[in-house]
């Protein structure tokens, strides 16, 4: 999709993905969003900020506010380019849970949890994104955190 903004202390463009590329969204609650005007990422992200903002949309929804920060968290994490909606699950389920959390992991660490959550879920270590691709998302992470 089209690059959100730029921040001016980087070069790294934040990125913005429709709803439906967010993994775990069910279509119910996507609709749901959309009618409260919500229907990318980066909005989701801006109406979500303030764990009184996430609490107030988890009872318009009339969903539990742990699905709502979940959302957001991912949202969140897919504004990284190399991250995007691809790998915003993988990390929230390797218990990376924001942006600056990720800033702050070191590349061995992190790259061992993707492969134990792999190994673990998916029986198989032939799927994880490599050293590299981890390195980068950190490296991102740290110039928009």
Known sequence: MKPHHRSARTSVQMR?????QL???SRENQSQLEEC??????????????????????HQLDVNVQYVNKWAAMASLAR???VGCQYCGLL???GVASVTNLAEMQVERL???ILKL??????RNDLIPSVDRVQKWIHEAKLVS
């Open 16 to 20: 913005d993905w429709p709803l439906s």
């Open 23 to 25: 993994p775990g969204l």
């Open 37 to 58: 005007g919500i229907t990318t990422t980066s909005q989701l992200f801006r109406m979500t900020k303030t764990p009184a903002a996430k609490a107030l949309l988890a």
């Open 80 to 82: 990284i380019p190399s």
């Open 92 to 94: 929230l389920h390797a």
């Open 111 to 113: 790259y061992e949890q």
């Open 118 to 123: 792999h190994v673990a879920t998916m029986q």
